[in-house]
């Protein structure tokens, strides 16, 4: 089992930057792929970014292609999303997730997590 937390979110200009962290507990962490999904009102949740559990591998929508970076931390068990430039439009909550297969590519479906955090809201004002 694997324990997920997300934490940093909040409200923020337009035009403005936050970092979301999740940290990880209950497996090695090194051995995970970690991605960050979102899902606005009304909308279904979408892929937003992944990181492959070698470190070297990234993947992002073109959404925050050039505005959000994805890294990790395996000492502190924890993977971050910094999100620069905000946009209304990100507006949403933005979940941590967990991919235990060890593939080497970054996967963007939710089916291919394993385990989920709760969600951390992000709200973005023009």
């Known amino acids: 089992q694997v324990q997920l937390v997300e934490s940093g979110g909040g409200l923020v200009q337009a035009g403005g930057s936050l970092r979301l962290s999740c940290a990880a507990s209950?497996?090695?962490?090194?051995?995970?792929?970690m991605g960050w999904f979102r899902q606005a009102p009304g909308k279904e949740r979408e892929f937003v970014a992944a990181?492959?559990?070698?470190?070297?591998?990234?993947s992002y929508a073109d959404s925050v292609k050039g505005r959000f970076t994805i890294s990790r931390d395996n000492a502190k068990n924890t993977v971050y999303l910094q999100m620069n430039s905000l946009k209304p439009e990100d507006t949403a909550v933005y979940y941590c997730?967990?991919?235990?297969?060890?593939?080497?590519?970054?996967?963007?479906?939710?089916?291919?997590?394993?385990?989920w955090g709760q969600g951390t809201q992000v709200t973005v004002s023009s």
């Open positions: 990181i492959n559990w070698r470190g070297g591998g990234t």
């Open positions: 997730a967990a991919d235990a297969s060890r593939v080497s590519v970054t996967r963007r479906t939710q089916g291919a997590y394993d385990y």
């Open positions: 209950g497996r090695t962490f090194s051995s995970l792929t």
